[in-house]
């Protein structure tokens, strides 16, 4: 059974904090991604990467940066947090290719509120 | 530009009525399209996929290049089924591409 665990479900921080979201996956999953989720927007991608010390930007990177320095971990980093940064983020990972394309597989999301 | 719309927000229904969700799609390509559902306090998880034309908790979707739909349907809703339903694109590189969203209720 796929298991992307984020560390954290729930963070309070303050305005101009750093923060870290981590996610590890334990399927040896090549690609990761991060959304965030928000009532009425859906979710909107931030990063993905496909290996390691890779990444790619999403639709609103924006204030965001990643890293993947392991193949089974990426973690997500606001560098100096801000309060429209309050929201739902969702890691994923998924299968490179072949007919497994598509399915991701979700943690159950860390909830960050920014005061 | 590759997008998904999913016109509703809300959708309420009794049990034992049928359900339509919508889903439209604008990509240039051969589409790949799924249904994710999110059920109250779990994770996100995949319900369908359209290349696999297959029914899952007698949800079914099919795949409209005409209209560029992919609509998902069951034709007796059950309380359990109520949840956040997202329509889901294939991106170009690798990613999926998600609706807003529809939240489906089923009343008893």
């Known amino acids: 059974d796929v298991k992307v665990t984020q560390s954290s479900r729930y963070l309070v921080k303050r305005t101009g904090e750093k923060v870290f979201l981590e996610c590890v996956q334990d399927?040896?999953?090549?690609?990761m991604f991060w959304y965030r989720q928000d009532p009425g927007l859906g979710l909107r991608l931030i990063y993905f990467?496909?290996?390691?010390?890779?990444?790619e930007k999403g639709d609103i990177p924006e204030g965001y940066s990643v890293s993947r320095e392991k193949k089974e971990r990426f973690s997500l980093i606001l560098e100096s947090a801000s309060t429209n940064q309050t929201s739902m983020y969702l890691c994923?990972?998924?299968?490179?290719?072949?007919?497994?394309?598509?399915?991701?597989?979700f943690g159950e999301g860390s909830r960050l509120t920014v005061l | 530009a590759q997008r998904v719309t999913q016109p509703e927000k809300l959708l309420s229904v009794f049990k034992g009525a049928p359900v339509e969700l919508k889903c439209n799609y604008s990509?240039?390509?051969?589409?790949?399209l799924f249904w994710y559902v999110q059920y109250s306090r779990q994770r996100l998880q995949l319900l369908l996929r359209h290349i696999s034309r297959e029914s899952i908790k007698g949800f079914t979707a099919d795949l409209n290049k005409g209209e560029t739909s992919f609509h998902l349907k069951k034709p007796f809703a059950q309380e359990e089924d109520s949840a956040m339903y997202y329509c889901a694109l294939g991106g170009s590189q690798g990613n999926l591409i998600f609706g807003k969203g529809t939240k489906l209720s089923v009343k008893p």
């Open positions: 990467s496909y290996d390691v010390k890779m990444k």
């Open positions: 399927m040896d999953h090549e690609n």
């Open positions: 994923a990972s998924s299968l490179w290719g072949g007919q497994n394309t598509g399915e991701l597989f």
């Open positions: 990509y240039s390509g051969s589409p790949e």
